[in-house]
Structures are given as C-alpha cells and as structure tokens.
C-alpha cells in the first residue's frame, strides 16, 4: 500500500501543472478549475486502486479532465437546437447553435467539441446532402447560386438540406445538451 501511495504521489506531482494548464485553458474561474483538477486526482487515485492497471496515465489524466468540463456544461439546462421558422431550412443555423468562439475558452473548447461532432456527422451523410449543406451553411452559397451551377432545382436542394439538418439536430443533441451553451 505504501508503495502504491508512493506512485500516486509521484505521478500526481509530474502530471500536475501540465493538467491545471489544460483545465485553466478551458475554464477561466480559478476555483472552479482547480476543483476540477482535484476530482480528476480523486477519480486516479480509485481508479489506481482498482485491479485493472491504468495505461498511459498522461492520456487517461487529460481525458477524465476533458469529460469533467464538459461534465460542468451538464450543469444548466437543456436547450433544443432551433427549428426553422414554418419548417422552412434556408437559413444558416450552425452559427446560432455554435457558441461564438470569442465568448471565452469555455465557448471556444465547447465549440470546438461540436465541431469535431458535426464533422463526424457530416461523413454520415449521403454525398448530395452533405456538399448542400456545406455549400449553403457553411460556404455561404446561395441555392439559386447552387440551383445554376449543378442544374438541379432549388426545391431539391432546399430537401436535401432540410434532410441533412434534420440528421445533424437528431445526431448532435445528446452533445448539445452536455454543454453550457
């Protein structure tokens, strides 16, 4: 046991600062990160305990750090992604749902992670669907623009798009609710 006391010790004194950084980074009040910090210490200190051995403790650190802030964005209420006024999709909706990326790091990391999950939900999508969606939301493109270039019609377009969104919303909420956004 005191052996096992002796590692926890030493590998939470080399891990310390590179962890505060990280949560700091991410979490502008002080207190709160470092309470974030000593639950990551307590969630390796039971964990270590377990008879399972834990591999890369660096990575496994980091990781349980990343899931407790996004654990505190649990926090506050769940908020729906916006629906199209009159279910109509012609409007650019990622920016309302993203948090702007100068409301602070918390905004900016929490943007960052629905990012990476709209990224990965976009390959889910079937090819016409998705350069629509990227074409309008993302590149900004008109879809009389689009309707010309590709000589299919805007209602088939505005479909495609309505069809993806309605995907991306079912596909990101669960994340969307995780977060203080």
Known sequence: MADQDKRITETIARERGRLRSFIRRRVPDS??????LQDVFFEYVEAYRLPEPIEQVGAWLFRVARNRIIDRFRKKREVQLPDAPDGEDDGHWLEEVLPSSEAGPEAAYARGVLLEELTAALGELPK???????????????????????????NTLLARKRYAVLHLRARLQAIYNEMDI
């Open 128 to 154: 016409e669907q998705r350069d629509v969606f990227i074409a309008h939301e993302l590149d900004g493109r008109s879809f009389k623009e689009l309707a010309a270039e590709s000589g299919v019609g805007m």
């Open 31 to 36: 207190n709160e990160a470092e309470d974030i």
